[in-house]
Every structure is written in structure tokens, then in C-alpha cells.
């Protein structure tokens, strides 16, 4: 019997049968049944039909069996019906993504009536639309997403209505007047759905919170939070269970195998805004080698399994970093207070303490809890200063000078490792945003990483690579940090691309990380660098968590996971209760670990989405002021409807749509990333330079249109040519050299044109 068989079975005094019977059952039947037959056909008691009716309302929920017409009970599968979770566009029409992982089904705007985005539906195929895709009908909702949905509410001729922010959500929401709460159109409100869409109706809802208007300041952040369903007040049991904990370190806390490290230099390395500090680092010379401390906040020893606070980190899976605001993993009283590495102040410890010879390689390495006595909060920027004799603070540099100096020995020796393993080193670009006393963008401005940023990223990796090695060994079952190579649709992509630079990718069907490294040292400092570093970016899967230990393809690693931010992170939080019970010759029971890591992947995902919500809202606000006005670009994306165009100065991103680009058909070659018109032979490609004019900014739908500026007289040809040239078969006898295309990349990728 399955666990699911088992868990429901306790639910019911009378046993009944099980689903493998019923299916079994209406198998051998081989026709829909009627309900008397179905109990006549599994020798049905009178006291087991209570029961037996709730276990096929169940299944009927989880799309295992349906009703058809004549209410009679048949199995999903034989009725030709696809399960699957319905994904809406903006644009009204939208996709069933089915569970067996078949292709996606379109669904027509009069589909998407009867769903919003997220449900869960049985729908069968109907036919083929005119684009070749297979069309689907929704014949039943088994599931629905949206309980709660944010929007803004609107009235016309009486009619109250909201459009959700979630723009995959098409229909309007209607509002009964007593249902308005008090809001006013044009406000941002929370509606609870109390009639789901159907065939011939639209959804209705109750309006049960007003966040207030839309321009008003943090009205993203709190738009955000409820879109993405992110969860930003704690229960009262976990504020309960936090405000039990004591405000320092205990003698109870130092007591069994804690080691102590107080008298050891430790130090934290942050971000001037930083406020949870949950690493530090410390380093010694062994001869001509290193012995480096990386100690990191014992979460685990006040955040027990299942407990008020594990429950609520769980749900949350990771802390949110929003402009101005973060949305916190754990209570403050853990975050900024107990388990936050201050300066000057007793802290309980994990540590990882390694061994790291002259040339960078992991000698050696133990586990264990201890207890550290910070020295020193320290920014980048200070220690950058201290590492070139700029530290403003004698007294402080003259203590600090000496451990900091040897912290970027044994940095210089890991990076020089990482540089033999082939790790990939993308070049990327940081920006942070400038807010004004209202809360709004003043400017844009780049955040240069310097050998400080670098000196924490390698010790951590460091500390994150023994980690996984330490998990595996003891076979402690653990969420790794995983990064597959590219597959094999993307690897001919990227090598489509290429060829037109007359590069190539080694490795074969199956290239390693260093293969990717050399390819970035061969096209460093060519003009068309950015672009060749973005294709290949893209043709890199993306690093999730799970169980299966496959390794890290990124920064070549045969083995990673996260031991460094149980602070904000869950995994880390599991990391570090699986090393302490290998500590005790123990096995910790997470459960299921696939389950886990689907989950912590998803809440990292939900993170990402949100904050990008956030950014974009906060940029179109900022380039209201700025419509008419032109600047410089880069070309970001390419796509059937047009370029992606990123802002040199401002780093904001904006479209210009196909229509815009001239009296030409532009066709698209998603390989290349490229459109190219087929009377001009006008190429635009990724990462090629135009100058744009900002025309539209729709703040509402987080939107930015530019059109392309050109100076005819400045071209060979109508528009902003921004690819390799083409090469004509009659004239290309033979492969091109690399120094003759990088002549003619020069010409056209250096100058930005006007």
C-alpha cells in the first residue's frame, strides 16, 4: 500500500478500498461506471461508502479519475485527458504544462476563461493552431492557485473590478459594492476570490486589504510581497520562540565539544549596508602554506527541527533583498542579534578549518562547533584601503595588518588553484541603486568588485568545497548545489554563434568548464567580448538544489554545497545540522530530500522574481523624467518582436519593438540571437551598440519603449548593423583567420553608433 494509501486510510474508522482497487476496479470494468456499480464491483459495504465516496472525491481533485455528463466515474487516462498546471500570458491566451513532461498544449483566450494562471486542470487535445502548436479544451479546474490576488481597482459605469499585477492573470476581478471595503478606484488592494472563473463567468472577489495608492513610497515592495505569495509576517509562535532565546552567549552554550576560539583574530567582511553578518575569517602561516578559519553563525544550535522558527525558515527558504528593505529568514533576534558575528562580542560557531598549501590546493580539513570573538566588522572598501596602506585608522590598521595580509595569501594561492581547474570567471556587473529622501531612484551607479570581494568569495567557496567532500564521505544525506553543463541544444547554439568568429568551444559533445575558460581567455579584450561572454552564459543551465551530487560544471567542482549562510538560506541551515550529526557518527533525517530541494529551489526562484519586480518598477518610475531623451545602448536580448537594449550609463532595460526598426521583414535567427532584414541585409545581434530615444514608459505594466536614433550618413546600410559580417559562399573559398575577423569586429563592435 503507497504512503498517501496508508496516511488516508487512518483517516477512516471503516477500512475501504484502496486507489490501486479503485482504479483496478474501473480498469477490468472498461467502461464508466455508475457509483452503485463501482461498490457493487469492489464488494462495497454500507459502512464503507461514506468513506469509499470521499476517496473518489479525492481522486477526482487529483485528476486520477472524472465525472463525465452522466456523472458517471471513468479513469482520467482512458478519456484522453492531459493533467497539467496552466500557465497565462498577458495577452489573454496561454499553455497547459503537463505533468508527464509532454509538450505544452496552447490554450485560446476562451480557455483561459474558465482558469487563472497556476491552476491545476484536465484538459483534452482538440486540434493543431495555425502555428502547428497542438490546442487544448480545459474540461475540469482540479485545483485552484489564486485564493488571494494584488491589483489595482478600477470603476466604469458603476462597475468596480481589479486587474491583478500578475499580468498571466487576464480577466478582470469583479467587486460587488459590498465587497469594496472602503477602497477607492485607483488604489492598490488584496481581493479574496469567492467565485472562481468559469466557461460563462467572470471571478468575483471581496476586497480585504487596502495597501494605498500606487505611486506611494514601498507600494513595490508591498505589491511584490503579496504577488509572489512571499511570506513577510512572522506567526506569533516563531516571534514567541525568538523572543525566548537569550540575548548573548551562555556558559551552557560553551559547554561539550565546543572549541574556543576567542583569542583568534576573526574578522567579518561586508558590504558597508550590511547588517546580518553570519561569516568570518581568520588565517595563519604554516611554513609556506596556510591554515585558514572559516567559522560561520551555529543557527542550527538555536533553530531545532520542526520547531516555531524552523517551520516559518522553511516556508521561507531564503531571506529577500529588496532595495532598502530585506525580508529576513529568521526573527531579528536571531538575524541581527544572536547568531550576527558583531565585533567585540562572544558568537557560537561552525568552523571549517583547512589546510591550504602554497599553491592554492585543500590539504586537509575538520568540523566542529565553536565560539569566536570577533575583532572587527570590516567593509571591502576598508580592507581594499588596507591592502594598498590607505586604512584611515592607525591603531586599527596596525592590529589588523598582519592577518589581513596573511587572508590575502592564501587568497592569491586559491585563485591561482582556480585558475588551474578551469573554474568559468564571467565578467560581471554590479549596479546599486541610489535612492532620494523619497524613497525613489537619483541615479544608477556600478559597483566595482575589488580584491576584497574576491579575497571572502575564495575563502567561502573554499570552506563550501570541503563541505560537500565531508557530506559525501560520511554518506550524510545533504542538499548539494548543483550546476549541470549545457545541453546539447544550447552547445549547438553557442557553437552556431561562433563559428561566425571564427572560434571554436573544445571538449567535444560534452565540454568541461575549462573548456569554457579557455574560450573566455581567447576573446578577452576583442571588441566583441560582452557578446560572445552572454551567449555563453546562456547556454549554461541553472544551478538549483538537490541530493544528487553532480557537481558544480560552473566552477568545476566535483562536489559542492552551501555550508555559508544558514542565516538567510535553508539549505545551509540542513548543511549544518547533516555535518553535526556526522560529527556524532549520526545520520540526520531530513526527509525527503528531493522534495527539499525542489522546495528551497523555488523559494530562491520566488526571490529572484520578486526583487526583479521591485527593480523594474523603480526604473520605469525613475525614466518618467527621462521620455524624449536619448542615450547609448547595448543590445541585451534579441527576440521574433524585437531588441532588449540595456543603457550604458543607467543600466536600465528597454525594447524596441520589431515595427520600429525600419520598412524592412527582419527575420530572426534564434541561434545567432540575430534579426536581420531581408531587403537592407541590416543585422542586429546581441551585444552590438545603438543609440536609442526613450518614447514610452508604462509604469503599470513595468514597461520601457525606445526607438532606434541613426544617422543615415554614419552606415553602410539603413539601421545599426551590430553582427559579424556576412560571409557570400562564392567569395569564402576558405575558413576565415581569427585576425581578419577581429579587424572587421574592431570596425563595426568598437564605435558606438550615432
Same mark, same amino acid.
Given at each position: 500500500?503507497?504512503?498517501?494509501?496508508?496516511?488516508?486510510?487512518?483517516?477512516?474508522?471503516?477500512?475501504?478500498?484502496?486507489?490501486?482497487?479503485?482504479?483496478?476496479?474501473?480498469?477490468?470494468?472498461?467502461?464508466?461506471?455508475?457509483?452503485?456499480?463501482?461498490?457493487?464491483?469492489?464488494?462495497?459495504?454500507?459502512?464503507?461508502?461514506?468513506?469509499?465516496?470521499?476517496?473518489?472525491?479525492?481522486?477526482?481533485?487529483?485528476?486520477?479519475?472524472?465525472?463525465?455528463?452522466?456523472?458517471?466515474?471513468?479513469? *482520467?487516462?482512458?478519456?484522453?485527458?492531459?493533467?497539467?498546471?496552466?500557465?497565462?500570458?498577458?495577452?489573454?491566451?496561454?499553455?497547459?504544462?503537463?505533468?508527464?513532461?509532454?509538450?505544452?498544449?496552447?490554450?485560446?483566450?476562451?480557455?483561459?476563461?474558465?482558469?487563472?494562471?497556476?491552476?491545476?486542470?484536465?484538459?483534452?487535445?482538440?486540434?493543431?493552431?495555425?502555428?502547428?502548436?497542438?490546442?487544448?479544451?480545459?474540461?475540469?479546474?482540479?485545483?485552484?492557485?489564486?485564493?488571494?490576488?494584488?491589483?489595482?481597482?478600477?470603476?466604469?459605469?458603476?462597475?468596480?473590478?481589479?486587474?491583478?499585477?500578475?499580468?498571466?492573470?487576464?480577466?478582470?476581478?469583479?467587486?460587488?459594492?459590498?465587497?469594496?471595503?472602503?477602497?477607492?478606484?485607483?488604489?492598490?488592494?488584496?481581493?479574496?476570490?469567492?467565485?472562481?472563473? @468559469?466557461?460563462?463567468?467572470?471571478?468575483?472577489?471581496?476586497?480585504?486589504?487596502?495597501?494605498?495608492?500606487? @505611486?506611494?513610497?514601498?507600494?513595490?515592495?508591498?505589491?511584490?510581497?503579496?504577488?509572489?505569495?512571499?511570506?513577510?509576517?512572522?506567526?506569533?509562535?516563531?516571534?514567541?520562540?525568538?523572543?525566548?532565546?537569550?540575548?548573548?552567549?551562555?556558559?551552557?552554550?560553551?559547554?561539550?565539544?565546543?572549541?574556543?576560539?576567542?583569542?583568534?583574530?576573526?574578522?567579518?567582511?561586508?558590504?558597508?549596508?550590511?547588517?546580518?553578518?553570519?561569516?568570518?575569517?581568520?588565517?595563519?602561516?604554516?611554513?609556506?602554506?596556510?591554515?585558514?578559519?572559516?567559522?560561520?553563525?551555529?543557527?542550527?544550535?538555536?533553530?531545532?527541527?520542526?520547531?516555531?522558527?524552523?517551520?516559518?525558515?522553511?516556508?521561507?527558504?531564503?531571506?529577500?533583498?529588496?532595495?532598502?528593505?530585506?525580508?529576513?529568514?529568521?526573527?531579528?533576534?536571531?538575524?541581527?542579534?544572536?547568531?550576527?558575528?558583531?565585533?567585540?562580542?562572544?558568537?557560537?560557531?561552525?568552523?571549517?578549518?583547512?589546510?591550504?598549501?602554497?599553491?592554492?590546493?585543500?590539504?586537509?580539513?575538520?568540523?566542529?562547533?565553536?565560539?569566536?570573538?570577533?575583532?572587527?566588522?570590516? @567593509?571591502?572598501?576598508?580592507?581594499?584601503?588596507?591592502?594598498?596602506?590607505?586604512?584611515?585608522?592607525?591603531?586599527?590598521?596596525?592590529?589588523?595588518?598582519?592577518?589581513?595580509?596573511?587572508?590575502?595569501?592564501?587568497?592569491?594561492?586559491?585563485?591561482?588553484?582556480?585558475?588551474?581547474?578551469?573554474?568559468?570567471?564571467?565578467?560581471?556587473?554590479?549596479?546599486?541603486?541610489?535612492?532620494?529622501?523619497?524613497?525613489?531612484?537619483?541615479?544608477?551607479?556600478?559597483?566595482?568588485?575589488?580584491?576584497?570581494?574576491?579575497?571572502?568569495?575564495?575563502?567561502?567557496?573554499?570552506?563550501?568545497?570541503?563541505?560537500?567532500?565531508?557530506?559525501?564521505?560520511?554518506?550524510?544525506?545533504?542538499?548539494?548545489?548543483?550546476?549541470?553543463?549545457?545541453?546539447?541544444?544550447?552547445?549547438?547554439?553557442?557553437?552556431?554563434?561562433?563559428?561566425?568568429?571564427?572560434?571554436?568551444?573544445?571538449?567535444?559533445?560534452?565540454?568541461?568548464?575549462?573548456?569554457?575558460?579557455?574560450?573566455?581567455?581567447?576573446?578577452?579584450?576583442?571588441?566583441?567580448?560582452?557578446?560572445?561572454?552572454?551567449?555563453?552564459?546562456?547556454?549554461?543551465?541553472?544551478?538549483?538544489?538537490?541530493?544528487?551530487?553532480?557537481?558544480?560544471?560552473?566552477?568545476?567542482?566535483?562536489?559542492?554545497?552551501?555550508?555559508?549562510?544558514?542565516?538567510?538560506?535553508?539549505?545551509?541551515?540542513?548543511?549544518?545540522?547533516?555535518?553535526?550529526?556526522?560529527?556524532?557518527?549520526?545520520?540526520?533525517?531530513?526527509?525527503?530530500?528531493?522534495?527539499?530541494?525542489?522546495?528551497?529551489?523555488?523559494?530562491?526562484?520566488?526571490?529572484?522574481? *520578486?526583487?526583479?519586480?521591485?527593480?523594474?518598477?523603480?526604473?520605469?518610475?525613475?525614466?518618467?523624467?527621462?521620455?524624449?531623451?536619448?542615450?547609448?545602448?547595448?543590445?541585451?536580448?534579441?527576440?521574433?518582436?524585437?531588441?532588449?537594449?540595456?543603457?550604458?550609463?543607467?543600466?536600465?532595460?528597454?525594447?524596441?519593438?520589431?515595427?520600429?526598426?525600419?520598412?524592412?521583414?527582419?527575420?530572426?535567427?534564434?541561434?545567432?540571437?540575430?534579426?536581420?532584414?531581408?531587403?537592407?541585409?541590416?543585422?542586429?545581434?546581441?551585444?552590438?551598440?545603438?543609440?536609442?530615444?526613450?518614447?514610452?514608459?508604462?509604469?503599470?505594466?513595468?514597461?520601457?519603449?525606445?526607438?532606434?536614433?541613426?544617422?543615415?550618413?554614419?552606415?553602410?546600410?539603413?539601421?545599426?548593423?551590430?553582427?559579424?559580417?556576412?560571409?557570400?559562399?562564392?567569395?569564402?573559398?576558405?575558413?576565415?583567420?581569427?585576425?581578419?575577423?577581429?579587424?572587421?569586429?574592431?570596425?563595426?563592435?568598437?564605435?558606438?553608433?550615432?
Amino acid at each position: 500500500m503507497s504512503r498517501k494509501n496508508n496516511e488516508q486510510q487512518r483517516v477512516y474508522e471503516v477500512e475501504i478500498p484502496t486507489r490501486e482497487a479503485i482504479i483496478g476496479a474501473l480498469t477490468e470494468a472498461g467502461i464508466p461506471v455508475e457509483d452503485k456499480q463501482l461498490e457493487k464491483l469492489l464488494g462495497t459495504s454500507a459502512e464503507q461508502r461514506e468513506g469509499l465516496s470521499r476517496r473518489i472525491g479525492a481522486m477526482e481533485r487529483e485528476g486520477q479519475v472524472m465525472r463525465n455528463r452522466r456523472g458517471q466515474i471513468l479513469i *482520467a487516462d482512458k478519456a484522453g485527458l492531459i493533467k497539467g498546471k496552466v500557465i497565462g500570458h498577458p495577452d489573454g491566451f496561454g499553455f497547459l504544462q503537463p505533468e508527464s513532461g509532454e509538450d505544452d498544449l496552447f490554450l485560446g483566450p476562451k480557455q483561459m476563461h474558465k482558469a487563472f494562471h497556476g491552476d491545476i486542470v484536465l484538459a483534452r487535445v482538440t486540434g493543431v493552431d495555425r502555428r502547428g502548436r497542438s490546442e487544448g479544451s480545459i474540461v475540469e479546474v482540479l485545483e485552484r492557485a489564486n485564493s488571494k490576488v494584488v491589483g489595482r481597482l478600477f470603476s466604469e459605469h458603476g462597475v468596480h473590478f481589479v486587474l491583478a499585477e500578475n499580468k498571466r492573470i487576464n480577466q478582470d476581478i469583479l467587486v460587488p459594492p459590498d465587497g469594496l471595503k472602503g477602497a477607492k478606484a485607483g488604489q492598490v488592494v488584496v481581493i479574496e476570490i469567492i467565485e472562481q472563473p @468559469t466557461k460563462n463567468a467572470e471571478p468575483v472577489g471581496r476586497v480585504i486589504e487596502v495597501l494605498g495608492n500606487y @505611486t506611494d513610497p514601498g507600494m513595490e515592495i508591498e505589491i511584490a510581497l503579496r504577488k509572489h505569495d512571499l511570506p513577510h509576517e512572522f506567526p506569533n509562535d516563531a516571534l514567541a520562540a525568538a523572543k525566548k532565546l537569550p540575548k548573548v552567549v551562555e556558559e551552557k552554550d560553551l559547554k561539550g565539544n565546543r572549541k574556543d576560539l576567542r583569542k583568534l583574530a576573526f574578522v567579518t567582511i561586508d558590504g558597508e549596508t550590511a547588517r546580518d553578518f553570519d561569516d568570518a575569517v581568520y588565517c595563519e602561516r604554516d611554513g609556506k602554506d596556510f591554515r585558514l578559519w572559516v567559522a560561520i553563525a551555529d543557527v542550527s544550535h538555536y533553530v531545532k527541527p520542526k520547531d516555531a522558527l524552523d517551520r516559518e525558515a522553511y516556508e521561507r527558504g531564503n531571506s529577500v533583498y529588496f532595495p532598502r528593505r530585506v525580508i529576513p529568514m529568521l526573527p531579528e533576534e536571531l538575524s541581527n542579534e544572536l547568531c550576527s558575528l558583531k565585533p567585540e562580542v562572544d558568537r557560537c560557531v561552525m568552523v571549517c578549518e583547512m589546510e591550504i598549501s602554497a599553491a592554492g590546493a585543500i590539504t586537509g580539513y575538520t568540523f566542529y562547533n565553536g565560539v569566536i570573538h570577533s575583532q572587527a566588522r570590516l @567593509t571591502y572598501t576598508r580592507v581594499a584601503a588596507l591592502l594598498e596602506g590607505r586604512e584611515p585608522e592607525p591603531a586599527i590598521a596596525k592590529k589588523l595588518h598582519a592577518p589581513i595580509n596573511t587572508l590575502y595569501g592564501v587568497f592569491k594561492a586559491l585563485l591561482s588553484a582556480r585558475a588551474k581547474r578551469g573554474a568559468i570567471d564571467f565578467e560581471s556587473q554590479e549596479t546599486q541603486m541610489i535612492f532620494d529622501d523619497h524613497g525613489k531612484i537619483e541615479k544608477i551607479v556600478r559597483v566595482e568588485r575589488n580584491d576584497a570581494h574576491k579575497l571572502i568569495e575564495e575563502c567561502m567557496l573554499a570552506a563550501n568545497v570541503c563541505t560537500a567532500d565531508y557530506l559525501a564521505k560520511k554518506d550524510q544525506p545533504a542538499l548539494y548545489r548543483i550546476h549541470e553543463g549545457p545541453t546539447p541544444e544550447k552547445l549547438e547554439g553557442l557553437r552556431s554563434v561562433l563559428k561566425d568568429f571564427a572560434l571554436s568551444l573544445g571538449g567535444g559533445d560534452e565540454p568541461q568548464a575549462k573548456d569554457y575558460a579557455q574560450l573566455l581567455t581567447r576573446i578577452k579584450g576583442k571588441p566583441y567580448t560582452a557578446m560572445l561572454q552572454t551567449v555563453m552564459l546562456r547556454s549554461l543551465r541553472q544551478a538549483v538544489y538537490s541530493p544528487e551530487n553532480v557537481g558544480h560544471f560552473g566552477l568545476a567542482y566535483e562536489a559542492y554545497a552551501h555550508f555559508t549562510s544558514p542565516i538567510r538560506r535553508y539549505p545551509d541551515l540542513l548543511v549544518h545540522r547533516g555535518i553535526k550529526a556526522a560529527l556524532l557518527g549520526k545520520k540526520y533525517d531530513g526527509g525527503d530530500w528531493n522534495a527539499l530541494g525542489v522546495h528551497c529551489s523555488e523559494t530562491e526562484r520566488r526571490a529572484d522574481d *520578486a526583487t526583479r519586480d521591485v527593480e523594474n518598477w523603480l526604473k520605469c518610475y525613475f525614466m518618467q523624467e527621462h521620455v524624449g531623451d536619448e542615450f547609448e545602448g547595448t543590445i541585451s536580448g534579441v527576440t521574433n518582436f524585437g531588441l532588449f537594449i540595456t543603457l550604458d550609463d543607467l543600466f536600465i532595460d528597454g525594447l524596441v519593438h520589431v515595427s520600429d526598426l525600419g520598412a524592412d521583414y527582419y527575420q530572426f535567427d534564434q541561434a545567432r540571437h540575430l534579426l536581420k532584414g531581408e531587403r537592407t541585409g541590416v543585422r542586429y545581434q546581441l551585444g552590438g551598440h545603438v543609440k536609442v530615444k526613450v518614447v514610452r514608459v508604462d509604469i503599470e505594466a513595468a514597461k520601457i519603449d525606445f526607438t532606434l536614433v541613426v544617422d543615415a550618413s554614419a552606415l553602410p546600410e539603413r539601421g545599426a548593423p551590430s553582427g559579424p559580417p556576412s560571409r557570400s559562399p562564392s567569395k569564402d573559398k576558405g575558413k576565415p583567420k581569427a585576425r581578419d575577423i577581429d579587424k572587421k569586429m574592431k570596425k563595426q563592435y568598437g564605435k558606438k553608433h550615432k
